[in-house]
Structures are given as C-alpha cells and as structure tokens.
C-alpha cells in the first residue's frame, strides 16, 4: 500500500474534513491508491455526481429520473451503509473492486454512470485515485434548499423522529420533547448546513467546476423543468414520456403547517 501522503493530498485538494473522511474509511474499507485505474470504469462515457444538502428534494428527484433509465440506477453509493451492502452481496475486499462493481451494475447500456451524495462521498473516489485526479471528466449537479431555515426544521424533525420520507403514510410528530431541546437541534443543525454548503462551494470554486444548480423549491414548482435541465446538463436526449414522469411518484412533501411558527420562533431565539 502506498504512502498515505498521497490520500491526504486528495482529501485536502477535496476540501474533506479528515474526521468524517477517516470515519467512513473505517467504516467500511481502508485501502488506497497512489494512481488511478481507468479499468474502474470500463464502459463508462459520462460520469456524473449529484451534490446534495440534506433535506433538498434529492431522493424525491432521484427517483423521478431513475425512472427515466437514462442514467442509469442514481443512489448513494458511495456512503458508508451502501458500500457495507456490497461488501456482504457482492463479497469484495478493496474499495476499488466495490466501486468497480457498482459502476458495472448502475451504470446504463450507453455508459452513463451516476451517483449522489454529500461531499464526503468523494472519499471513495479519493482512494481509488479517481479524485480530484479525474475530476475534470465528471458532470456535477448541486441540488440545494433556499429556504434554509425551513430545511433547518425538516433535518432536526427527520433526526428526531426518524422519518425521512413521506409515501402517503402517517404523518410523524415533531420529536421534540421541549422548546428548549428543539431550539438547540434547531441552531445545531442550520450550523451543519451552513458549514457543509459552504465545503461544497469550495470544492466548486478550487477546481473551476461550474454545475447545473438546481434548488428545491423550483423544482417542488415544476418539476418537469428541472428534469429537463438535467439532461441537458448531461447532454442526454430526454425521454418522450418526461411529463408523465415528472407528474407521477409517491414522494410527498413534508411540511406541516407548525413549520412557520417554528421558523419564526427560531429567527427571534437566533
């Protein structure tokens, strides 16, 4: 195994802070590379990574545009919990032979490969010699909410109570057992936002990368727009039926009517 030096160089050329960076290493595998193996994504013609903030619509788009099957099968894949899945289905050792998989079984006919995640999910591609290497061959899309402190409200209540999506079930209380309690998650998580947003705008700006910005609430307005930008983005010819998509899914959106009066609250305990 080569030198650690040379992860640590990709992790700051990264803008990754170290402590979440060697969590998932140890989570699931700790290898590394000093150079890249190209082999990784045989087959692949576009590489793209979505950018997300908690709480922005992500897995409430991604699902729309998996159904396009025109990027092929958009996930996580690279954060801890997905990986571990692949290490017991698939029974690889190295983190190269777990992307390498993941990119033969997600990827479409045409060779478009696509993931999302938070920043932190660079770190695989950080050890495997993909990034920032690479990073000029990759397609990125940021996904964002521009009312943060409503995004601030949805993090700390999905925290709390432990649901994440809405299908049409029953509708989850707050998860707070006090006022006090909430306006301390509530403060904590705007920090964590405002801090992970931030390290996405530096990434950004440190390799002159300029991504398709799409923000949640003009895609909750219409969500046939943003599925087209997308693709155009990408340079992908849209599906004939991407109306139809755009207007089916079960996701809902979760906001509840205390949400203002928690927002108001918020700004005024600040």
């Not at 990027?71 to 983190?95: C, D, F, P, R």
């Not at 990119?103 to 999910?121: D, I, M, P, Q």
């Not at 930008?229 to 809902?252: R, T, V, W």
Request: charged share 25%; hydrophobic share 35%; proline share 4%.
């Amino acid at each position: 195994m080569p030198s650690i030096i040379h992860l640590n160089n990709r992790l700051i050329n990264l803008g990754l802070e170290p402590g979440p960076a060697r969590k998932l290493m140890d989570m699931t595998f700790d290898d590394h590379y000093k150079h890249g193996d190209p082999s990784v994504f045989d087959g692949v013609t576009k590489k793209v990574c979505f950018l997300f903030m908690s709480r922005s619509g992500s897995t409430f788009l991604m699902d729309k545009l998996n159904q396009s099957g025109l990027v092929g099968t958009v996930l996580e894949h690279m954060n801890a919990y997905k990986i571990k899945e692949g290490q017991e289905k698939w029974g690889v050792t190295s983190m190269k032979d777990y992307i390498r998989k993941t990119v033969e079984t997600s990827r479409t006919e045409n060779g478009v490969f696509a993931f999302k995640g938070h920043l932190e999910s660079l770190v695989p591609l950080a050890q495997i010699g993909e990034m920032p290497d690479r990073v000029k061959e990759w397609k990125f899309v940021t996904i964002y909410r521009r009312d943060v402190i409503a995004q601030t409200i949805s993090l700390a209540r999905a925290k709390a109570t432990g649901v994440w999506h809405d299908r049409g079930g029953k509708a989850s209380g707050l998860g707070f057992p006090d006022q006090a309690t909430q306006m301390k998650e509530l403060k904590r998580n705007y920090s964590i936002i405002l801090r992970k947003q931030g390290a996405v705008e530096r990434f950004l700006l440190m390799h002159g990368i300029s991504p398709l910005r799409l923000c949640y609430e003009d895609f909750c307005e219409d969500q046939g727009a943003a599925l087209q930008q997308i693709f155009d983005h990408l340079d992908i010819a849209p599906p004939a039926n991407l109306e139809d998509i755009a207007q089916g899914g079960s996701y809902k959106v979760m906001r509840k009517p205390e949400t203002e009066e928690i927002a108001k609250q918020f700004i005024r305990k600040f």
